[in-house]
């Protein structure tokens, strides 16, 4: 059965999107199989830092009201063949019900071993309906203060959906002012939200695919966390058995 991980953040534009394609890229790198699920319905845009908008036939909604299959809805990524993205309706004021978009994920579930979910901005409806898909959170911040707030407000909202993890991830991080101090460091950030950080991410202009940024570097050691979780699991598990 896949993991199931909302990418969240509360704050717009922090780069839920960017760390939800990167993680799934990372984690399709390694041989796994992920769906990036876009839960952003009216401003999705997973598919196009996938770089698979043209390939897309069917979307969520389309599964939901019985025109295609679930796995027929996928997008199978033409450079990375275990990574398949979802992609949400373009319509932003349909009603989708949540648990609707859990019973494709469910039947999607067994074929996978990670689903990440990109949310939408704010605390509302497609918020709540993405959170409510997952087992696992991710919530993205920036060091910058007005992120943070509500980044914190968020975190509390998570508090009551009793996640197995909510991790957090600060992006945009610009080098040059963490170094001398312009900014809060991760630690400090991390005591601020009470929440354990899993990556910091540079402010860097990459191309998307490429491998040998700072910035690639931070999104494989986040894909490796979510890997060296699932040995260690296996592992005692293993152990737990004998
Ligand atoms: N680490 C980074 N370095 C440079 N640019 C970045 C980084 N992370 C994100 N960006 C850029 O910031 C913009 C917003 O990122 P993204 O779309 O991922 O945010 P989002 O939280 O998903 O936004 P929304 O709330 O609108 O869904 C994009 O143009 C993206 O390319
Ligand atoms: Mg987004």
Redesign the pocket.
């Known amino acids: 059965m896949a993991r199931k991980i909302v990418v969240t953040?509360g704050k717009?534009?922090?780069?839920?999107?960017?760390?939800c394609c990167n993680l799934g890229v990372h984690l399709a790198r390694k041989g796994y199989r992920v769906v990036v699920c876009d839960l952003?319905f009216g401003?999705n845009?997973a598919d196009v830092v996938l770089g698979v908008e043209q390939l897309a036939v069917y979307d969520i909604v389309d599964v939901i009201e019985g025109r295609c299959r679930a796995r027929q809805a996928l997008v199978r990524h033409p450079r990375y063949p275990t990574l398949s993205s979802l992609a949400s309706n373009k319509i932003s004021d349909r009603y989708v019900s949540p648990q609707a978009i859990r019973l494709i994920l469910e039947t999607l579930s067994p074929r996978f071993d990670y689903i990440l979910i990109?949310s939408?901005?704010g605390i509302d409806e497609g918020f709540h309906r993405a959170a409510s898909c997952a087992e696992e959170a991710l919530l993205?911040t920036t060091p910058h203060i007005s992120a943070m707030r509500d980044a914190d407000r968020v975190s509390g909202i998570l508090a009551s959906y009793h996640f197995r993890e909510i991790g957090l991830v600060v992006?945009?991080v610009r080098r040059d002012m963490a170094r001398k101090g312009e900014i809060l460091s991760a630690e400090e950030i991390s005591a601020a939200l009470r929440l354990p950080v899993r990556a910091v991410?540079?402010?860097?202009?990459a191309f998307f695919l490429d491998n040998i940024s700072e910035?690639s570097r931070a999104f494989r050691r986040l894909a490796d966390y979510y890997i060296e979780g699932d040995a260690e699991e296996k592992r005692l598990f293993g152990r737990w058995k004998r």
């Not at 991410?201 to 202009?205: G, I, L, N, S, T």
């Open positions: 953040s717009g534009g922090v780069g839920k999107t960017t760390v952003d401003l845009n990109d939408p901005a993205v992006n945009l991410v540079p402010e860097e202009d910035r």
